[in-house]
């Protein structure tokens, strides 16, 4: 296991259509991130799973985004009726909830672009 | 106000020189802070964790906390251009997921 995998790694679409991001954490850890980054700005959460369960959303997050982690391993977060707004960068992080301490491994993030 | 707050630089320092970044937070009841670092189009990457009121070095950081006062830094002692990165100061504020500031850019001039 090399680490947290995400892809696409770039995504360019047009305006209105629905763009699906997936990230596969690290084998063993049990708790999966989702932050958002634009530029010059650090990364702002979006959503948390523990397992399958989706314990946590952002009031920033727009109903338009929508994710699961339907085995408790892999996750998606899927964008509908995109907006250029949504441009940014998209990070998958992961951790194992024994490991005490919220420290977090990140992805490569996927970078969409609306256009 | 934010909860997390940097200055967002750029900070520049000459190669071999002490960097200081600086950051503070608004939730006094948070326990652990850390300090990520991240390159220009990658991904961030931890370099600090810290838990109790005092300094924590490893090799050429350092980073300081002092919950009464509810600040945060990191100084990189000898400073190279490879330190060039934009540096996070992330906060767990208890609410499951760390809390990021906007970063602070630091160059590092050779």
């Known amino acids: 296991d090399t680490g947290v995998s995400q892809d696409p790694r770039h995504k360019i679409t047009k305006r209105g259509q629905n763009v699906t991001f997936r990230c596969d954490p690290i084998?063993?850890?049990?708790?999966l991130y989702w932050y958002r980054q634009t530029l010059g700005q650090g990364p702002e959460f979006l959503t948390y799973?523990?397992?399958?369960?989706?314990?946590?959303k952002s009031r920033l997050l727009s109903n338009r985004f929508s994710a699961e982690r339907p085995k408790g391993s892999f996750s998606t977060l899927e964008i509908q009726r995109t907006e250029q707004g949504d441009s940014a960068m998209y990070l998958c992080?992961?951790?194992?909830?024994?490991?005490?301490?919220?420290?977090?491994?990140f992805g490569a993030g996927s970078r969409l672009t609306v256009l | 106000q934010k909860e997390v707050e940097q200055n967002s630089g750029p900070l520049s320092v000459p190669e071999g020189a002490i960097a200081s970044l600086n950051c503070t937070y608004s939730?006094?009841?948070?326990?652990?802070f850390f300090w990520y670092r991240q390159y220009s189009g990658k991904s961030p990457e931890l370099i600090m964790s810290?838990?109790?009121?005092g300094d924590k070095e490893d090799g050429r950081f350092t980073a300081q906390l002092n919950k009464a006062s509810q600040y945060v830094s990191l100084l990189i002692r000898d400073s190279q251009p490879s330190d060039s990165a934009t540096y996070l100061c992330?906060?767990?504020?208890?609410?499951?997921?760390?809390?990021f500031g906007s970063g602070t850019r630091l160059q590092v001039q050779p």
């Open positions: 992330a906060v767990d504020t208890g609410r499951r997921a760390l809390t």
């Open positions: 799973f523990q397992n399958e369960a989706q314990l946590e």
């Open positions: 084998s063993e850890h049990n708790r």
């Open positions: 992080a992961s951790r194992q909830q024994s490991s005490g301490a919220n420290v977090l491994t």
């Open positions: 810290i838990y109790s009121n």
């Open positions: 939730d006094r009841v948070s326990q652990s």
